[in-house]
């Protein structure tokens, strides 16, 4: 049986209460942190732990802590990014639906690490649900003596603040975020200056996943070197894993960083397979922004090695071949799913939600809509296709933050392995709108290696 | 969008300032502008949209210019710029959901209510609009009603019917 480290207790009745929570062993850790450690053992621990940020970018948070300036007379803060809006994502909803003390316990120890005197909980707005239980919650840990001042005698103080969002999935990103926390429009902002050194207010500011605040409690209760044991390489711990699409059973795992693509799809202590008898066509591994991949290449990579739920494993083969851990939402297409049409869905999606800034994203994502759209809609054309290669390629790496490359990668690579879908589409517009393209080739074993190079 | 067809006096009432004095108490002295996105939604959920008017005494209340409100309303999906039903479905159509169904759920909305998106009901009760993805993917289809944001999942065309049924029975 896998370890649980954040979802041990999450079926335990009354768990979302601070009386149940305590009694299943809640704010240890704010007692072991506050009175026998000091914030850089704290910082420490989650470095030894390993721990990444589990947001998307999987940036080692210890190392991101460490960052974190210290100017004499000015504050820092700790903001916690609840704005999960990557699609295919919803981990942290059900984190802060079903066990909100679990978040907040890792926001006072975090805070103390950093020494944030105030920090917010910043929630996306659609989430207002979740907004009120974490108000809730808040209110009972501060009845309780767990925030405001003087947190269990230890002389440390902590306010602690929901901030909700008001619908811009750009305000997942880091700058965003504050700027959307300082009651601006989510534009993000160049970097450097990094929050670390100039974040909320211009203060040292570190902003952090809802699911790597929650972390923090089972590192430092066992310590950074259990959390280390569990996992393989650079990819420590658990992770929670959001699946979605085609699946018998979607939902919120957490599953031991190592386990096998194969058996989280197919075994029944997972997803428990593909629904109503279909048979698996692609993946989206992370989140909508990670490359999308064909059966054949999301269960092995290209040298035919079984694909692991790792950072490592599942960008081995890079853009070529690979795709990414990312957010963890893991969106399974089944064969009657219409690739160009996902497509055409992702890159609406991004033209949504593109704050306007910069010229290519805001330009190149509406093109990539308008092509994908007449694509699926039978009015394409054949140089359409590398057309939409050649803007994702202007998109990349030309923005100010990663939302240009978010909406490029997904029409790259769904080009890259799915060309003959598009081409279909292209050759046989009436077919197209009346039937699926179907698994084609998409399962059928990769060719040996050597053979490849051989060409 | 932002166009001005009938001049309403607004006043904020003293309970709701009360709400708008707590939300500014979360902030350092004179960062308050951070109250603005929590502000707009109290707005929206007593006046069912956020009017010029109402935009105007923010920014009084806040001290701040009104374009630094206008501009934060316009970029915010979630506030509506116009009137809207009593009642507005909105539904997710991103990616996953697709997957299991979200279009024909819309498609279903889209009949049954008898409005295009965005539009509202002659009786004012209902309008819908898809949304982007809504962090909800393992239980999709899904929708949400404002300005609780009640969540409503694993939708199917009988809970869809069952649940406007019900709205409309509501006073």
């Not at chain 1, 739920?309 to 081995?316: G, N, P, Q």
């Not at chain 1, 910069?358 to 699926?376: A, I, Q």
């Amino acid at each position: 049986m896998a370890r649980k480290l954040l979802f041990e207790n999450i079926n335990v009745p009354g768990i979302n209460t601070l009386e149940v929570y305590r009694q299943h062993g809640g704010y240890r850790s704010v007692e072991k942190a506050l009175k026998t450690m000091t914030p850089e053992a704290v910082v420490e621990e989650v470095k030894t732990s390993g721990l990444r940020g589990r947001g998307g970018a999987g940036f080692p948070t210890g190392m991101k802590w460490s960052f974190l300036a210290k100017p004499e007379g000015k504050e820092r803060y700790l903001v916690c990014n609840g704005d999960e809006s990557e699609p295919g994502t919803f981990k942290d909803r059900y984190l802060m639906t079903h066990i909100p003390h679990l978040l907040i316990e890792g926001m006072i120890v975090a805070s103390y690490a950093l020494g944030a005197k105030t920090s917010y909980i910043y929630v996306r707005g659609e989430m207002m649900p979740q907004i009120r239980i974490l108000e809730r919650a808040i209110a009972e840990a501060k009845n309780a003596g767990l925030l405001g001042k003087n947190i269990l005698g230890s002389g440390y103080d902590l306010e602690l603040y929901v901030q909700p969002g008001g619908g811009a999935y750009i305000c997942g990103e880091e700058t965003a975020l504050i700027e959307s926390l300082e009651g601006k429009r989510g534009n993000p902002r160049i970097k450097p200056p990094f929050p670390a050194i100039s974040g909320l207010y211009a203060c040292p500011t570190v902003v952090n996943n809802v699911e790597t605040i929650a972390a923090v409690v089972p590192i430092i209760n066992d310590g950074g070197e259990e959390y280390a044991k569990v996992g393989i390489g650079r990819s420590t711990g658990t992770k929670l894993i959001s699946a979605s699409g085609n699946l018998k059973k979607p939902g919120v795992y957490e599953i031991e960083l190592g386990l096998p693509v194969e058996e989280f799809i197919y075994s029944e202590e997972y997803c428990g397979g593909i629904a109503n008898g279909k048979r698996l066509k692609a993946v989206v591994a992370g989140g909508s922004s990670v490359p999308i991949l064909p059966v054949n290449l999301i269960l092995n990579t290209i040298n035919g090695q079984p694909r692991l739920m790792t950072y490592e494993s599942l960008s081995d083969g890079g853009f070529q071949s690979g795709t990414m851990l990312g957010s963890g939402g893991f969106i399974a297409f089944d064969e009657d799913q219409c690739i160009v049409r996902n497509t055409w869905n992702f890159s609406r999606f991004y033209h949504h939600e593109s704050c306007g800034q910069c010229s290519p994203c805001r330009e190149g994502t509406g093109w990539m809509e308008k092509v994908l759209h007449r694509l699926e809609y039978g009015h394409g054309k054949m140089s359409d296709i590398d057309l939409l290669v050649d803007v994702s390629k202007k998109i990349e790496g030309n923005t100010i933050c990663p939302l240009g490359d978010a909406a490029a990668w997904p029409v790259a690579s769904a080009i890259r392995h799915f060309r003959d879908e598009f081409e279909w589409h292209v050759n046989s517009p009436k077919e197209a709108m009346e039937r699926n393209y179907g698994l084609a080739k998409y399962a059928d074993p990769l060719p040996k290696l050597e053979e490849v190079s051989q060409n | 969008m932002l166009s001005v067809t009938e001049h309403k006096e607004i006043e904020f009432s003293s309970e709701l300032i009360k709400q708008f004095d707590e939300i500014v108490s979360r902030y350092p002295q004179g960062k308050q502008k951070s109250a603005l996105l929590p502000v707009l939604h109290l707005v929206q959920a007593e006046y069912g949209w956020v009017s010029p008017e109402a935009m105007d005494q923010v920014a009084a209340y806040l001290q701040i210019k009104p374009i630094e409100v206008y501009e934060v309303a316009t970029f915010y999906t979630m506030f509506f710029l116009r009137p809207q039903g009593k009642y507005v479905l909105e539904v997710c159509r991103t990616g996953p959901c697709c997957l299991v169904g979200a279009e024909k759920i819309m498609s279903h909305i889209e009949k049954t209510l008898g409005v295009k998106e965005g539009e509202v009901t002659p009786d004012g009760k209902f309008s819908w609009r898809g949304v982007e993805c809504l962090a909800a993917c393992g239980m999709a289809p899904v929708l949400q009603i404002g300005p609780d944001y009640t969540f409503y999942e694993n939708l199917t065309e009988e809970s869809v019917d069952k649940l406007i049924e019900n709205l409309k029975n509501k006073i």
